[in-house]
C-alpha cells in the first residue's frame, strides 16, 4: 500500500516517519484536501498570525 502524499510540501501523510499510520489534517484551505500534520500545523499557525494561507496554487504539488 502506498502512502498518501501530501500536495502542500510532497512528503508523506502523516509525516515521513510514519507514512499511511493515520490520516493526515484537513486543509483549511477547502476543508476538504488531505495534508500532513506538518503542513496542518503551519496552517494553523498562518491563521493565527493573520496572513493567511497559503494558496493551493503556490503548493508543491498542484491539484
Ligand atoms: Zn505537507
Not at 477547502?30 to 491563521?47: F, H, P, V
Request: hydrophobic share 30%; proline share 10%; net charge negative.
Amino acid at each position: 500500500m502506498t502512502a498518501p502524499i501530501c500536495p502542500r510540501c510532497g512528503g508523506a501523510i502523516p509525516n515521513d516517519a510514519t507514512p499511511g499510520a493515520y490520516p493526515g489534517a484537513l486543509s483549511r484551505t477547502d476543508n476538504e484536501t488531505e495534508i500532513c500534520s506538518e503542513c496542518g500545523t503551519r496552517e494553523a499557525l498562518e491563521q493565527f498570525f493573520g496572513d493567511g494561507f497559503m494558496p493551493q496554487s503556490e503548493w508543491l504539488v498542484k491539484s
